[in-house]
């Protein structure tokens, strides 16, 4: 099914970048202002949100 490979596509990519922004976010906590840090930390829960979403939807088309 074609929605199912891009779900997988999509799924890994934001994989990929729910990493890189907690890595990010925990090496940056002291050195970045806090309004910047809240928003960096927002965007990190926001991606996370999203990943369990489609990996939700993607379990549910199997």
Known sequence: MAVQRELTTL???????????????E????SLPPAAY???VA???T???LL???NR????LT
Do not use: F, H, K, N
């Not at 090496?27 to 002291?30: D, N, P, S, Y």
């Not at 939807?57 to 549910?60: C, I, K, Q």
């Open 11 to 25: 799924t890994s990519s934001l994989a990929e970048l729910a990493a890189r922004l907690t890595t990010l976010v």
């Open 27 to 30: 090496r940056e906590a002291t």
């Open 38 to 40: 809240q928003e960096l």
């Open 43 to 45: 965007a990190e829960r």
């Open 47 to 49: 991606i996370g949100t």
């Open 52 to 54: 369990r979403r489609l």
């Open 57 to 60: 939807l993607s379990r549910s």
